[in-house]
């Protein structure tokens, strides 16, 4: 279906489905979403069974209209206005207090809801046909990394859901920022395409959730769904620091070790970097000169190697200056903080 103008019968049937307690997937700017009506604890149920993800891990809910907002969340302070004028329409979710109209189900028990107004105009269509609130996490089964384009949703959710809405790739491949408002200073408790720069030239002073910062598991991320290891590969997955020279060496040295013994490896590397490996799955995520292109690659370069089914899987460091925050989070949480100092 076209970006720019969606099929409109194919809109209104999808509406129709989510009015009624079905669930729908489409296109965001960030990553494809499940969506439900968000104020039908039936339908956020059926979201969390058509992922099999835990039902503490609380739902985002998308509007389409600033007016909207209100209705679901109880104070909104003016930082969080300012916020929305700067980065709305877009990949910003932000944390209310929410109100009695937000169903248990879709927060996850919790007395706050996440809200998101997303640029993307087939979910801002589908979101207005479908009632105004429509819960959606990422369209991935729980645990496989989100996905970027319809048939990454279709290999994880076909028969599970009533209409799938194809926009092709997205455009940002890395799910929104997420920041906190019932927090006294504003707390950012997912990094994404809005770095924390963009977010303190509106706010002035913002706080990272600690939980992101540590591996220790006794300090918990605020977003229940932080601390599960999902994003994750079925292969073994190691990230390598150091000089790059070190990295590559011993990137190209595991290689060979595991084809000797019978394992297949897949390597995730640059543009800079592709052309001193020989061995293995090879995968450039892109140039560190162009952040925004390796966050766009991440998550198909991980379903590809799932595909392969590769044994080991060994990635580059990437803490670029833009991005970097975003991208490292994922690639930590998809090898499980195992990193490799060489
Ligand atoms: O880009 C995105 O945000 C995508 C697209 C589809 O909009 N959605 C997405 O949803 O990534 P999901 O469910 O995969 O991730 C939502 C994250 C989870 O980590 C969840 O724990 C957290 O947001 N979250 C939701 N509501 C929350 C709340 N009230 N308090 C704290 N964390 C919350
Ligand atoms: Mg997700």
Not at 37 to 40: E, I, Q
Not at 171 to 184: N, V
């Given at each position: 279906m076209n970006r720019e103008s969606p099929d409109q019968a194919a809109l209104k049937r999808a509406g129709e489905i989510l009015l009624s307690g079905g669930l729908v997937a489409f296109p965001t700017e960030t990553v494809y979403g499940l969506g439900g009506?968000?104020?039908?604890c039936a339908a956020s149920r059926r979201i969390y069974a058509a992922k099999g993800r835990p039902s503490d891990n609380p739902l985002i809910v998308h509007i389409a209209d600033l007016q909207d907002l209100p209705k679901i969340a109880a104070e909104i302070p003016e930082k969080a206005m300012l916020l929305a004028e700067a980065f709305w329409p877009g990949p910003l979710t932000m944390i209310?207090?929410?109100?009695?109209?937000?169903?248990?189900?879709?927060?996850?028990?919790?007395?706050?809801?996440?809200?998101?107004?997303?640029?993307?105009?087939?979910?801002?269509?589908?979101?207005?046909?479908?009632?105004?609130?429509?819960?959606?996490?990422?369209?991935?089964?729980?645990?496989?990394?989100?996905?970027?384009?319809?048939?990454?949703?279709?290999?994880?959710?076909?028969?599970?859901?009533?209409?799938?809405?194809?926009g092709g790739p997205v455009?940002?491949?890395?799910?929104?920022?997420?920041?906190?408002?019932?927090?006294?200073?504003?707390?950012i408790l997912r990094p994404g395409y809005i770095s924390p720069a963009m977010l303190e030239s509106i706010l002035g002073e913002v706080r990272i959730d600690p939980g992101l910062l540590k591996e220790d598991s006794r300090i918990?991320?605020?977003?229940?769904?932080?601390?599960?290891?999902?994003?994750?590969?079925?292969?073994?997955?190691a990230i390598i620091e150091g000089e790059p020279e070190a990295v590559t060496a011993y990137i190209r040295q595991q290689a060979e070790k595991d084809l000797a013994e019978g394992r297949i490896p897949g390597i995730i590397a640059s543009e800079e970097?592709?052309?001193?490996?020989?061995?293995?799955?090879?995968?450039s995520a892109g140039?560190?000169?162009?952040?925004?292109?390796i966050a766009h690659n991440l998550y198909r370069i991980l379903r590809e190697f799932d595909d392969a089914e590769v044994d080991t899987i060994y990635s580059?460091?990437?803490?670029?200056?833009?991005?970097g925050q975003a991208i490292m989070n994922r690639l930590l949480k998809a090898a499980g903080h195992h990193v490799i100092n060489v």
């Open positions: 009506n968000a104020l039908d209310f207090p929410r109100t009695d109209r937000v169903p248990l189900e879709t927060t996850g028990g919790l007395q706050s809801v996440a809200v998101r107004f997303p640029s993307d105009l087939i979910a801002q269509e589908l979101i207005r046909a479908g009632g105004g609130f429509v819960a959606a996490p990422s369209a991935n089964t729980s645990g496989r990394p989100s996905p970027t384009t319809a048939e990454h949703v279709i290999a994880d959710l076909s028969g599970k859901i009533e209409m799938i809405l194809d455009g940002i491949g890395l799910e929104s920022t997420i920041i906190d408002f019932t927090e006294t200073i504003p707390t918990r991320p605020k977003a229940p769904g932080m601390k599960y290891r999902h994003y994750a590969p079925k292969a073994d997955m970097t592709l052309p001193q490996y020989k061995k293995g799955i090879l995968r140039s560190r000169a162009d952040d925004e292109t580059e460091s990437f803490n670029t200056p833009r991005m």
